[in-house]
Every structure is written in structure tokens, then in C-alpha cells.
């Protein structure tokens, strides 16, 4: 029953984050600069909103890896920074996702619980923003921010990747 409760807040989480994101249908405009930088801060907020879910409740596997992504997220963020600077856009700063909501709550779960929507919640984040950089980089508006796409996607790539095997694996 849990199982089935992960499943349905991460297809929410994806159906929400898809309308604030603009998910795009094939044939429509490519996101402009100022929408991917939106979306990676948006993508970076909810990977440190991980970190603040841990503490709650989560084992030293989860909090480790919460903690790394939440570094990454910080240092991906300088570099959007310096890019976002030299384009002089200015990103629209949404509705924070909360990153509690995509997780089982910690009243409501044990451990195995917790750890697999722990990693079922990342999957959908990670796609969003790899489909996000991906239709940009098919009309990239901006050099500096294309080549920035250019290196983030091979790591997020990854990452999604190791996310997906550890949640078959738990």
C-alpha cells in the first residue's frame, strides 16, 4: 500500500513539475534561457530540499547521498550563476516544490519505505530537467548556457541512471 502511495505523490510531483516547467509537445518553441535557468535552480531547490528531508528521517545512505547531491546542486548553481550573469536574465523564481510532498511522509513510513520513495522521488526530477536541457540544446539561445547544458547532462544522465538501479535494487 505504501508502495502503491510513493508511486502516485512521484506521478503527481511529475505531472506538476511538467505544467511548471513547460513541458513541451514536439513541434512547439524550444525553452528560452531564462526558462532553463529556471528550471535547473528549480531542479537544484528540490535537490536541497532532500537534504532537509533526511535529517527527518532517513539512514546514513540516504543522508550521504541527500548531502552530495545537495554539493553538486551548489556548486552547478555557481556556475549557472556566472552564466545567468553574463546573459543579464533573470530567472523566474517559482513556487519552491517541496520536496516532503514527494516523499512519504516520516510518520507514515519505515525505513525501506522511506529509502525507496527517497530515490523514486529523485527520477522524475532528474528527467524533467534532463528533458528540459536536452529540448534546449535542439535551439540554444545562448552559447555560454548551451555549452553549460552541454556538461551538466552527461552527469545528471548518470545520476538518474544510478537512482533508477539502486530503486530496483531496494
Same mark, same amino acid.
Given at each position: 500500500?505504501r508502495v502503491l502511495?510513493v508511486l502516485?505523490l ?9 505544467d511548471?516547467t513547460g513541458?513541451?509537445k514536439?513541434?512547439e518553441?524550444s525553452?528560452?534561457?531564462?526558462e532553463?535557468i529556471s528550471?535547473?535552480?528549480n531542479?537544484?531547490?528540490?535537490q536541497? =530540499?532532500?537534504l ?5 528521517k532517513?539512514n546514513?545512505?540516504?543522508?550521504n547521498?541527500?548531502a552530495?547531491?545537495a554539493?553538486?546542486a ?7 550563476k556566472?552564466?545567468q550573469?553574463?546573459i543579464?536574465a533573470?530567472?523566474?523564481? =517559482?513556487?519552491?516544490?517541496?520536496s516532503?510532498a ?7 513510513s519505515d525505513?525501506?519505505?522511506?529509502v525507496?520513495s527517497?530515490?523514486a522521488?529523485q527520477?522524475?526530477e532528474y528527467?524533467?530537467?534532463i528533458?528540459?536541457l ?6 540554444? /539561445?545562448?552559447?555560454?548556457l548551451?555549452?553549460?547544458a552541454r556538461?551538466?547532462?552527461?552527469m545528471?544522465?548518470?545520476q538518474?541512471?544510478?537512482a533508477?538501479?539502486?530503486?530496483? /535494487?531496494?
Amino acid at each position: 500500500m505504501r508502495v502503491l502511495a510513493v508511486l502516485i505523490l512521484a506521478f503527481i510531483n511529475t505531472a506538476a513539475l511538467a505544467d511548471s516547467t513547460g513541458e513541451r509537445k514536439p513541434g512547439e518553441r524550444s525553452p528560452t534561457a531564462i526558462e532553463v535557468i529556471s528550471g535547473v535552480y528549480n531542479f537544484s531547490r528540490f535537490q536541497q =530540499g532532500l537534504l532537509e528531508n533526511t535529517d527527518l528521517k532517513g539512514n546514513a545512505e540516504v543522508k550521504n547521498l541527500a548531502a552530495l547531491r545537495a554539493e553538486e546542486a551548489a556548486k552547478r548553481d555557481k556556475s549557472l550563476k556566472k552564466v545567468q550573469e553574463a546573459i543579464g536574465a533573470e530567472p523566474r523564481v =517559482g513556487k519552491a516544490t517541496s520536496s516532503t510532498a514527494s516523499l512519504v511522509e516520516p510518520e507514515m513510513s519505515d525505513g525501506p519505505t522511506y529509502v525507496r520513495s527517497f530515490y523514486a522521488a529523485q527520477i522524475p526530477e532528474y528527467e524533467s530537467v534532463i528533458g528540459l536541457l536536452e529540448r534546449y540544446l535542439k535551439a540554444p /539561445d545562448n552559447a555560454a548556457l548551451a555549452a553549460f547544458a552541454r556538461e551538466q547532462l552527461p552527469m545528471l544522465r548518470s545520476q538518474v541512471r544510478d537512482a533508477e538501479r539502486t530503486m530496483a /535494487d531496494k
